[in-house]
Nanobody, 121 residues
Framework: QVQLVESGGGLVQAGGSLKLSCAASGRTFSSFAMGWFRQAPGKEREFVAHMTWHGTTYYADSLKGRFTISRDNSKNTVYLQMGSLKPEDTAVYYC???????????????WGQGTQVTVSS
């Protein structure tokens, strides 16, 4: 089992930045691919970014250049740095762990509870 806890969400003005954290406990964190997803009200869960255990990253095309995923295996933590935020980035952001780095939510076995990000105009 892997337990994931996100933090760092909140209210930010458009154009601002926010850094989310996801702390993992349980099974060996460093062996998992880690992903970030988001879900806005009334919409499906959307892929944001993922990172393999050895550091290869992949982003949703629409978010490249504004969002950066990183991980610190010594702290069992994955991060999502978000910049130039827009109101349409408002969503609940989830981190997830998988044996396979993919953009598909159903490939991820372990999920956090989510953290709300609200971007005001």
């Amino acid at each position: 089992q892997v337990q994931l806890v996100e933090s760092g969400g909140g209210l930010v003005q458009a154009g601002g930045s926010l850094k989310l954290s996801c702390a993992a406990s349980g099974r060996t964190f460093s062996s998992f691919a880690m992903g970030w997803f988001r879900q806005a009200p009334g919409k499906e869960r959307e892929f944001v970014a993922h990172m393999t255990w050895h550091g290869t990253t992949y982003y949703a095309d629409s978010l490249k250049g504004r969002f950066t995923i990183s991980r610190d295996n010594s702290k069992n933590t994955v991060y999502l740095q978000m910049g130039s935020l827009k109101p349409e980035d408002t969503a609940v952001y989830y981190c997830a762990a998988s044996n396979l780095a993919t953009p598909r939510p159903y490939d991820y076995r372990y999920w956090g509870q989510g953290t709300q990000v609200t971007v005001s105009s």
